[in-house]
């Protein structure tokens, strides 16, 4: 046996080498935070991260010598690490994670070296104390100082923030009831759910009471739908389709267009088209984000195709199938397919490829298509076409490169290349016979030196165009002169909108920068005040960007206060230092601070700001607003042609492409051929150590707005952590985060409000009156897409399809899952 005296040798010997790794760890910590630190103050930044540094440094060296004072330096650093952290970031904890919990581990571990210092003799003088306690205080202090500089600019930032709103004094509450549907459709809009969004109106609202906050805890899946159509390799998937309902019958489409009709209660497959879509049609994302419900007015009701479903296709046809049996529809079009290629002209695949459905008024199929971004400025014409719902002939075609024309062009003519589009979906008045088009902006979207007159005027506006000629009625440009990929993606909400002089017929247009353009449908006057606010200037097109940009005033936004170096995250402190160093390396002057070459620029909302394709919802009866919202920067930066050309970055257009060189939807830079540059778009702002995010959260949010009284009733994070975490490893943390989301939600008669569109893959249901979550299931894949509700024999059903999203990093999967109360039949 050992004896008492080489027992203690050895651990001595242990002792000292759990010292040694203990400094190892605190030199590779504190090493780059204290170089990182002194650059950081040298470009203006934080002074917290030098001291800090060397306040690790030195513990390390101490430790060494096995020297006690090891423990109150370290002490002293960690204590002038809390003065900082909570001035800085006060109590919020998803704030702190980077700023104190690296630093308390690293306590507790300094703190398990005490055994082995103590057998040392030196012991700390009153001098030496007060060393520490001024170290302590430096670091902290340090740190504050430069935090008021920091809140001082907050301040002023802030007050280029739009105003809180007013409250309209006498205003009428929106009691109005659900849009009718067109008289020749015989439609319930009680029970069905015909369109995208619930109906052209888009309130994405059903009258159904079944399912209630009492008794919710009690759904269950009824039924599983799936598809089959998933990815084989790295194409861009995932569905967002949200199925039409009607009758007794159930229609949906798959992420490469297979139609299919199922039985709305039993979820039992009636038959299934399949277009023969190949992968490499592709374009942004593989996603059928709906189709179109039409009867024909004039046909014998067993007559083929009396009824129909309207599909758009990645290979741009447009497909009619009768209800009944899947049959093509032998009257539309040739066969029952138009070629939406006609008149646009030689493409390559993918470009040209519609993923939203069309928008059906009064008879006319209005129809747009996804342009694939970034690529030439000879992109695909944005043309707005409209066809005959029963003959599949085109009625009219808004070019606005070929103002008075709405016909074919000439032969040997395309329509006017690299105009502004519509990707996502438009909605619809009957009555007024008008569709209200959310255009996109110019390819291509980061520069826009030769954009045309009518291109300046119709880019990221919404337009509303006479559904019968094709003409514009009105029109209004929420963001002059987009260089900044601020399409308006949310389809619009037809609503009555409470005035002091009572409802009138309205669209709510919710943005990417979070706010909400409401207009008089009819005329385009807006129903809310709209301010022209200076708009930072400079970057590569100073001569050309708008001096300023409409803000809305008097009614509730989203918008959140620039953003600041403090708000930098990560994992670590060095994660937040390295995200720090990116903010004060990058051009910034708030929101719409123009593209630059010289170095990066922060967007701030990114392209993936505020609202997106899935709209906000209304309970008309109640006035209240829901709607799900980004809060997400971009990190982006120009570059020159030159550059990009000798990294063989080319678009897909020319025959040399190559994918793996980076380009395309998803590489990090993107041609944008015949212009002066390229651009490197980082929408997922990353620390490049644990791949968190650099900035705080949240990334999203969602919120109600009492439309009556203009005021925020309730306002908060949306989405968990259990799906995000460093390196990509899941946490499983049931944590509210606020995730980035994409896909919106609908609103029942009983206060609920159903959405997944989060990156934690839950389908939840919320009180909209409270903000309360109140049920959740979980899906077995993403659930980027719009859910939607019907009654059928009795039973109020909730169906999603979890079909996951590419770019969102969210599971693919090919399902249509269906909840409902038991008991059913």
């Not at 059906?360 to 030439?376: A, E, I």
């Not at 009138?504 to 385009?524: E, L, W």
């Not at 002066?676 to 707005?705: D, E, K, S």
């Not at 203009?710 to 995000?724: Q, T």
Request: aromatic share 10%; with cysteine; glycine share 12%.
């Amino acid at each position: 046996m050992l004896d008492w005296t080489t027992r203690q040798d050895q651990s001595r010997r242990g002792g000292y080498w759990w010292l040694v790794l203990i400094a190892v760890l605190l030199i590779v910590f504190g090493v780059p935070i204290a170089g990182g630190g002194l650059y950081l103050i040298a470009l203006g930044g934080s002074w917290y991260y030098l001291p800090a540094g060397i306040g690790l440094l030195l513990t390390a060296y101490l430790l060494v010598r096995r020297n006690i004072n090891a423990l109150w330096v370290y002490l002293a650093t960690y204590i002038g690490t809390l003065i900082w952290a909570f001035w800085e970031a006060g109590l919020d904890g998803w704030a702190q994670l980077p700023r104190l919990l690296a630093p308390t581990v690293i306590m507790v571990l300094v703190l398990t070296t005490l055994p082995w210092l103590r057998r040392t003799h030196t012991r700390l003088s009153g001098r030496g104390m007060a060393t520490l306690v001024a170290l302590a205080g430096a670091i902290g202090l340090f740190g504050v100082a430069q935090n008021g500089v920091e809140r001082a600019h907050a301040q002023d930032a802030d007050m280029t923030q739009p105003s809180e709103p007013a409250t309209e004094g006498g205003a009428s509450p929106a009691a109005v009831p659900p849009p009718s549907a067109p008289n020749h459709v015989t439609i319930d809009t009680g029970v069905d759910w015909p369109a995208y969004g619930g109906t052209n109106h888009a309130l994405r609202y059903s009258p159904l009471n079944q399912i209630t906050k009492d008794n919710i805890g009690n759904l269950e899946k009824i039924w599983e739908f799936r598809t089959g159509d998933l990815p084989e390799g790295d194409e861009a998937f995932g569905n967002q389709n949200t199925p039409v309902k009607v009758g007794e019958r159930l229609y949906l489409c798959s992420a490469l267009n297979k139609i299919s009709a199922l039985n709305a209660a039993t979820g039992t497959e009636f038959w299934t088209f399949d277009p023969q879509v190949s992968t490499d049609a592709i374009g942004y994302n593989a996603s059928c984000r709906g189709l179109v419900y039409f009867e024909d007015p004039g046909a014998d009701r067993n007559q083929l195709c009396a009824a129909r479903v309207v599909n758009l296709t990645h290979d741009a046809r447009m497909i009619a199938l009768d209800t009944q049996t899947g049959q093509l529809c032998p009257g539309f079009g040739n066969g029952g397919i138009v070629n939406l290629m006609e008149g646009i002209g030689e493409s390559a695949p993918g470009f040209y490829a519609p993923t939203s459905p069309p928008t059906l008024v009064r008879d006319v199929l209005v129809v747009g298509s996804q342009v694939s971004d970034g690529q030439t400025r000879e992109a695909p014409s944005g043309v707005i076409r409209g066809y005959n719902a029963v003959t599949g002939d085109m009625q009219w075609a808004w070019d606005m490169g070929r103002p008075g024309e709405t016909g074919l062009p000439p032969e040997g003519e395309i329509y006017t290349p690299g105009t502004p589009n519509v990707w996502t979906i438009a909605s619809g008045d009957d009555a007024l016979g008008m569709v209200y088009l959310p255009m996109g902006n110019s390819a291509v979207d980061y520069w826009g030196g030769d954009r045309s007159e009518a291109e300046n005027t119709y880019s990221t506006a919404i337009v509303a165009l006479d559904v019968e000629t094709g003409t514009v009625v009105w029109h209004y440009q929420t963001v002059h002169y987009d260089v900044w990929d601020y399409d308006l993606g949310g389809q619009g909400t037809l609503v009555d909108f409470p005035t002091a002089d009572g409802p009138v017929p309205a669209i709510i247009m919710p943005s990417k920068q979070a706010q909400f353009y409401i207009f008089n449908r009819q005329t385009g006057e807006p129903l809310v005040t709209i301010e022209e606010r200076p708009a930072p200037q400079g970057g590569v097109e100073p001569e050309r960007l708008s001096p300023t940009q409409p803000f809305v005033t008097d009614f509730p936004n989203l918008i959140k206060p620039d953003i600041t170096e403090a708000q930098m995250w990560g994992a670590t402190p060095l994660d937040q230092l390295w995200c720090r160093i990116q903010f004060r390396q990058a051009h910034y002057d708030g929101v719409y601070t123009p593209p630059t070459v010289d170095k990066p620029w922060i967007q701030f909302p990114g392209y993936n700001g505020g609202t997106d394709w899935g709209g906000v919802a209304i309970d008309p009866i109640k006035g209240i607003m829901i709607a799900n919202y980004n809060n997400m920067p971009n990190y982006n930066q120009l570059v020159p042609r030159e550059e990009v050309d000798a990294m063989g970055i080319l678009p897909i257009t020319d025959p040399d492409h190559d994918p793996s060189a980076g380009s395309g939807s998803h590489g990090s830079i993107a041609p944008q051929a015949l212009s002066p540059y390229g651009i490197r778009v980082n929408a997922g702002w990353r620390v490049p150590f644990t791949g968190m995010l650099c900035t705080q959260p949240p990334y999203g949010g969602i919120a109600a707005i009492d439309l009556n009284t203009r005021e925020v009733l309730w306002d908060r994070p949306f989405g968990s952590a259990r799906k995000n975490g460093p390196f990509g490893i899941p946490t499983m943390l049931p944590l509210d985060i606020g995730t980035p989301n994409n896909g919106g939600g609908f609103v029942t008669a009983s206060g609920l409000f159903f959405i997944a569109a989060a990156t934690d893959d839950i389908l939840r249901a919320i009180d909209i009156e409270t903000g309360e979550e109140v049920w959740q299931v979980e899906l077995p894949a993403g659930g980027q897409a719009t859910p939607m509700t019907y009654e059928v024999q009795g039973r109020q059903i909730v169906v999603i399809n979890a079909g996951g999203h590419d770019f969102m990093e969210t599971p693919i999967g090919d399902y249509f899952i269906a909840y409902a109360l038991p008991g059913g039949p």
